[in-house]
């Protein structure tokens, strides 16, 4: 047990974070109160973390790492990739219309039910459309 330095409550060990610098090996500061410092550090410099992060992606190791990230996706998932490649063909060739989300924004993306369909799509904004993964990645575990 380890009382936290700036709660004060009394908590085990696993409420830490590790710090081999620390005496006992854990941060004086449990995680909770930990995380809540961190979030409110990040909302003051919002500004200075959104330029570092935009610098930060134009660097030639990132967008390295960009390109091997897609690579390996894509190899990971072939069905996926040949779903979204067939649905982009169609929309350029003018065969499928992009549509508005259903809030009404324009710039929608196409969700797949079924890549084994991949002309069958809900159109979604992204955040409509990160909305909907999120609730079923929920409901799945």
């Known amino acids: 047990m380890k009382r936290c330095y700036r709660c004060h409550q009394e ?3 696993s409420e830490f974070y590790k710090c081999a610098a620390m005496t006992d090996g854990h941060f004086g ?3 909770e109160c ?3 410092d961190v979030r409110s550090n990040y909302a003051a410099k919002t500004g200075q973390y959104k330029k570092y992060y935009a610098e930060r ?3 030639a190791k990132r967008k390295e790492f960009r390109v091997e990230q897609l690579r390996r996706h894509r190899a990971n998932n072939p069905q996926k990739d040949r779903a979204r490649r067939i649905l982009m063909y169609a929309v350029r060739t003018g065969k499928i219309k992009r549509e508005p989300c259903k809030c009404g924004d324009s ?3 196409g969700h797949h039910e ?3 369909k991949p002309l069958e799509v809900i159109w979604l904004c992204d955040k409509h459309h990160k909305e909907l993964h999120r609730e079923r990645n ?3 575990g």
């Open 29 to 31: 500061k449990c995680k």
């Open 138 to 140: 929920q409901r799945a």
């Open 114 to 116: 079924d890549y084994s």
């Open 34 to 36: 930990y995380k809540a």
């Open 107 to 109: 710039k929608s993306q």
């Open 11 to 13: 908590k085990p060990l």
């Open 57 to 59: 992606e134009k660097t």
